[in-house]
């Protein structure tokens, strides 16, 4: 039984649908896995821990993530709804110093005869090369979702990113080989990042995306550009006020790539709705404005695919400004120490 969120892969021409209201009413076992209540087939799983002591953050392939679920990071709580916590103080990919419960689009589905960065498995701006080999042109993420805690306590307050998670992303792939070719792709940079931020002493908090310029990693000029929705942005020092969403406050962002344009769109209920746009394919700002220290093809060269979850913006790594954290579950919960975000709808697919 799967309601509540439709997953378009590439080979789907229409969305999965509810057979009947009675469904999306009904509630299920306290243990069932979230594939119960979310179609997760074209997804798989990073988790903020090493149950396998192997060194490396675990992940849940496509075929085992249909009957998963983690009773402290990734469940259903009784609304049938998606629940992701982060600890600050835990296992990080070997690209971050940020801990994550985060889901990853795999285009491929269940068929792993197909790399995880093979064109197959992800998707490309029309103006790629190459992008009659991808899995698609382009495509849509979009989430229906409330952020119910972000990490209260940090040694440096001031940090861009203190108090805040990540709850969806465009990602362009990591490629050791594209960046040898010297076109100035294959960085792995980020594309877009929304963000939620709420400090301690604020009754609201602040919604703002940031593109990250794509630059390689040591140029100084590669740096996040953001934007505020509702609240500030990522640099604002000002408390957001009503203008802001609270914590455990419903809102709704969509994100299209339809060609090479990026479209956003934030809904929620007594704030505003904000559009933006922006040609990933070029060095043209969302404010129209041609940005000189950026790519000139943007990500035009670049593999990319959707991610959506708890991202925590807050970790306990050494010179990072770092946030409190035990490593111990129990103990950083009681504490605050972690992120949490709720997704009541999740979807993605082809244009």
């Not at 039984?1 to 057979?19: E, K, N, Q, S």
């Not at 590669?222 to 957001?240: F, K, L, N, Q, Y």
Request: net charge negative; proline share 5%.
């Amino acid at each position: 039984m799967r309601f509540i969120l439709d997953h378009r892969p590439a080979v789907i021409a229409g969305l999965i649908a509810l057979t009947s209201s009675s469904m999306a009413s009904a509630v299920l076992a306290n243990d069932a896995a979230p594939a119960e209540a979310f179609d997760l087939s074209t997804w798989k799983l990073t988790l903020p821990m090493d149950a396998d002591d192997n060194g490396s953050v675990d992940e849940i392939p496509v075929s085992e993530l249909q009957s998963y679920t983690h009773k402290d990071y990734f469940y259903l709580n009784d609304q049938n709804h998606l629940v992701f916590v982060t600890p600050n103080s835990a296992f990080t990919t070997p690209n971050s110093s940020n801990a994550r419960t985060e889901l990853r689009q795999m285009l491929r589905s269940e068929d792993t005869s197909i790399g995880t960065k093979d064109p197959e498995n992800n998707f490309a701006l029309a103006s790629h090369p190459n992008a009659e080999d991808y899995a698609q042109i382009g495509g849509f993420l979009e989430a229906d979702l409330r952020v119910e805690h972000v990490a209260l306590r940090t040694d440096n307050p001031e940090r861009k990113s203190a108090y805040s998670v990540v709850i969806g992303q465009i990602h362009a792939g990591k490629d050791e080989a594209l960046m040898q070719q010297g076109g100035g792709f294959g960085h792995g940079n980020e594309p877009l990042k929304i963000y939620y931020k709420k400090r301690p002493g604020d009754a609201t908090g602040s919604v703002f995306w940031n593109y990250e310029r794509n630059l390689e990693k040591e140029d100084p000029l590669r740096t996040d550009i953001s934007h505020a929705v509702w609240g500030g942005d990522w640099s604002e020092t000002a408390a957001p006020g009503e203008d802001g969403i609270a914590l455990g406050e419903s809102f709704s962002y969509r994100v299209e790539v339809k060609g090479d344009i990026m479209h956003l769109t934030f809904e929620a209920e007594g704030h505003p709705t904000r559009h933006f746009e922006k040609n990933l394919a070029s060095n043209v700002g969302a404010n129209g404005e041609v940005d000189s220290d950026d790519h000139p093809n943007g990500y035009a060269g670049d593999s990319m695919y959707f991610k959506a979850g708890s991202y925590n913006q807050c970790n306990t790594k050494p010179n990072s400004g770092a946030c409190e954290g035990t490593g111990n579950w129990s103990t950083d919960q009681a504490n605050g120490d972690y992120a949490k975000v709720i997704f009541s709808s999740l979807k993605s697919g082809n244009i």
